[in-house]
């Protein structure tokens, strides 16, 4: 699995209204990702490596 992404950062939208990710995410997401909702009204980003993984817990569970 990827190494994953932790942390809380105040969030900006572009003129389009897309989420503007942290600099610091960027190149580790930079061969693609998902979004999914996260608990406490957060989002959950994963690269798409560690999106499959997660998914196919959630599946088995």
């Known amino acids: 699995m990827s190494r ?3 942390g809380s950062y105040q969030h900006s939208l572009d003129t389009k209204g897309r ?4 600099l610091e995410f960027r190149a580790g997401l930079a ?3 998902h ?11 994963y690269p798409d490596d560690t999106f499959e993984e997660v998914r ?3 599946t088995e569970a």
């Open 4 to 6: 994953g992404f932790e």
């Open 19 to 22: 989420v503007v990710m942290p």
């Open 31 to 33: 061969d693609g990702c």
């Open 35 to 45: 979004v999914a909702p996260g608990l406490d009204r957060c989002i959950a980003v």
């Open 56 to 58: 196919g817990r959630v």
